[in-house]
């Protein structure tokens, strides 16, 4: 890994693909320095790019932009990367293990982290980030069941997701999970707001 202060004392700004980027003008991240997650192309061209899962590689990677850093998560093969990416790219080497306690040793990262949006915000921490903001990490549940059935909202801006078939109950027990590695990644010692509406509230800034 070769992110060790790579933008130190920088703010850095995470990119999610939760619906409510809808409600923010892109203009506003042209010169920001940013991560963006998965499929949230259509928003902006991020600074870095974060991937980690092979299924939204595969459906979502063409969409990336070349003027872009990809990050790219050891799961996602090399092979797997080619099909949509010849250039460089930066390997983020980490174990997702179920254990409450974060580490950062040997340029691995260690934790539970659940999401690529958690990640990151380890990932901006590492980079040497002053100020780390999140947009578009709103949690699976913050639309409303009846919302998301009937269509009226989406949990991504792009629409469709890869939750669009999970049950209600589980989308309830996967912000749970959220919750409880953001309070980790807090305890890990790192500063981070949520800036849009958000199912974690205690981690926005109101």
């Known amino acids: 890994m070769v992110i060790d202060g790579l933008e130190k004392g920088k703010s ?5 693909a939760g619906s409510t980027l809808k409600s923010l003008n892109p203009e506003e991240f042209k010169n920001r320095t940013t991560i963006g997650i998965n499929n949230m192309s259509d928003f902006i061209v991020p600074t870095y790019h974060l ?7 595969i459906e979502f990677g063409s969409r990336c932009d070349a003027r872009s ?10 092979e797997i990367v080619r ?6 790219y930066i390997r983020i080497n980490y174990i997702d293990k179920d254990e ?7 340029g691995i990262i260690r934790g539970r982290f659940r999401t690529a949006g958690c990640l990151s915000i380890v990932l901006a921490h590492i980079m040497g980030a002053s100020d780390i903001n999140i947009v578009g990490m709103d949690g699976y549940t913050l639309h409303g069941r009846n919302s998301i059935d009937k269509k009226r909202a989406s949990q991504h801006i792009y629409g469709k997701g890869m939750t669009d078939g999970t049950s ?5 027990r996967k912000d749970e ?5 953001l309070n980790n990644i807090r305890n890990f010692g790192v500063k981070f707001r949520i800036t849009t509406p958000t199912m974690f509230k205690e981690f926005s800034n109101g």
């Open 168 to 172: 209600w109950k589980e989308c309830e």
């Open 51 to 57: 991937w980690t899962n092979t299924q939204r590689w």
């Open 12 to 16: 850095v700004w995470i990119i999610g």
């Open 69 to 78: 850093r990809l990050l790219i998560g050891e799961r996602v093969t090399n």
């Open 100 to 106: 409450d306690s974060i580490s950062y040793r040997d």
């Open 177 to 181: 999970l959220v919750n409880e590695v």
């Open 83 to 88: 099909q949509h990416f010849q250039g460089s």
